[in-house]
């Protein structure tokens, strides 16, 4: 029970069968008040009715009170309707009385208020357990020394009051058997209204990394549910991409790393089986040097894209001129340009002053270099600019080879990526670069772009003040 409780369709319908009741009792004691307040006015004419009835036949001429028929105070009207009325002076006397006339002492009050003012008086009295209305008014002399006389009728609310308090049960019952019938159709409309919610939950309790691609199939119109019925999904689509990009990943990662170890076994394990010269020794040594260096690069690759998807690649921004920056970039590389037959020119600014990670910057920009000398043909040319634009700074790197393949721009940023993967592989080459680049750019609050022309040509933005971005 305190668990169905607990369910958000339990709750709505409890809530929506308060509401009603709220609404349904208040509606109920509004008309109750009214009815009462009905039957009140009703029993207040009727008085008055009566009242005028009997002050009609009432005849003072001769200075002495006389009815029409008689000297009796009569005990219905011309019409035929009950009067219990009582004739009280203004010492409190009973002058006379018909019908089932309250006691003289009862009705004493009224009648003295009436003799009082000039406008009738009205008021309600117990007798037992029964409720009295009463209606007092002066109606001229009598009595022997003709002193004030007032005529008081009055009539019994039981009746009335007992209609009433049907009603009143009446009214309960009905708010009852409407409240329970809303609460049961709450609780089915909130079930059908929770049904994508119970899919959406099953469907997410079913989902393991294998089957990311299921998705919530459900006609919903564009409304709250709806929205998170396609929210769902979305997500479902970012894990499965997510999903598919680390398998892709792990894959490569092997791959990378079976390709340098199985080099390195197999040198180890030639040197085991046969006898070989000092020479063929330092041959192997030096070949199983190249793959653990180049595991190496791979490992501090993979240790920067690591901490990029962690958040935990945060520049250490230090004050630097960016075009003797560059300028030294470029010396470092001179002589590996030249030895590839390539020539390199620079267009960089007298001062750039920049805040950014020297390390960091330096691993973007040897990268790209790295690529500009893997692509471009002997005779070439590598160009690397700088500019500022506003707040920013653009940094350029292009080369005249034979650019990027349409088809490998879409991704040229991914880990892995390689426009000639045997080449890569062979020249130490992981498709680590691109990516790591990105990330050093993004890090900075920056970004990088391929830009249009006959080679490949890099664009990276990065603020001059050195608006880092740092994750929480």
């Excluded at 009648?111 to 109606?139: E, K």
């Excluded at 708010?175 to 409309?189: D, H, R, W």
Aim: negative net charge.
């Amino acid at each position: 029970m305190r668990r169905w409780l607990r369910g958000t369709r339990a709750r709505l319908t409890i809530t929506y069968a308060v509401i009603f009741a709220l609404v349904a009792g208040l509606a109920a004691v509004a008309f109750s008040i009214y009815l009462t307040r009905l039957e009140a006015g009703a029993i207040d004419d009727s008085l008055t009715a009566q009242t005028q009835a009997v002050v009609s036949g009432i005849d003072s001429s001769n200075g002495r009170l006389s009815f029409q028929g008689g000297d009796v105070l009569p005990g219905q009207t011309a019409e035929g309707i009950a009067v219990d009325a009582i004739l009280i002076d203004d010492r409190g006397h009973a002058l006379d009385q018909s019908g089932q006339a309250l006691p003289p002492a009862a009705v004493a009050p009224f009648a003295h208020d009436a003799l009082a003012g000039s406008q009738p008086v009205f008021g309600t009295i117990s007798i037992g357990n029964v409720q009295h209305r009463v209606r007092a008014q002066r109606v001229g002399t009598g009595g022997a020394s003709g002193q004030n006389v007032a005529l008081v009728v009055t009539r019994s609310t039981a009746e009335e009051q007992s209609s009433v308090r049907r009603t009143e049960l009446l009214l309960i019952a009905v708010v009852v058997a409407l409240t329970t019938v809303a609460s049961i159709l709450g609780y089915v409309v909130a079930g059908r209204a929770l049904r994508p919610v119970r899919v959406i939950a099953a469907t997410a309790r079913d989902i393991s990394e294998r089957d990311l691609h299921r998705r919530i199939d459900l006609a919903l119109p564009p409304d709250e549910l709806g929205e998170l019925a396609a929210t769902f999904n979305e997500m479902l689509g970012r894990l499965e991409a997510a999903f598919a990009s680390l398998q892709r990943f792990t894959a490569d990662a092997a791959h990378e790393l079976r390709a340098p170890l199985s080099v390195m076994l197999a040198e180890v394990q030639v040197s085991l089986r046969q006898e070989r010269s000092a020479e063929d020794h330092r041959r192997s040594l030096r070949q199983v040097g190249e793959e653990l260096e180049r595991l190496s690069r791979l490992a501090d690759h993979l240790l920067v894209l690591a901490r990029a998807d962690a958040g935990a690649l945060r520049p250490r921004l230090e004050a630097l001129d960016l075009a003797d920056f560059l300028e030294e970039r470029v010396d470092q590389w001179r002589p590996l340009i030249s030895q590839h037959g390539l020539t390199v020119a620079t267009e960089l600014p007298d001062v750039g002053r920049l805040a950014a990670d020297p390390e960091l910057l330096r691993r973007l920009v040897d990268n790209l270099l790295s690529n500009a000398v893997a692509h471009t043909p002997s005779g070439g040319t590598i160009s690397v600019s700088a500019a500022r634009e506003g707040d920013w700074w653009g940094i350029e790197i292009a080369d005249t080879g034979p650019g990027i393949p349409p088809p490998l721009r879409v991704d040229l940023f991914e880990r892995f990526t390689r426009g000639d993967p045997a080449r890569g592989r062979e020249s130490g080459g992981a498709g680590l670069g691109m990516a790591i680049c990105a990330a050093v750019a993004h890090a900075h609050g920056g970004s990088i772009a391929l830009g249009p022309g006959p080679g490949a040509r890099f664009i990276v933005r990065v603020p001059a003040d050195g608006r880092a971005r740092i994750e929480p």
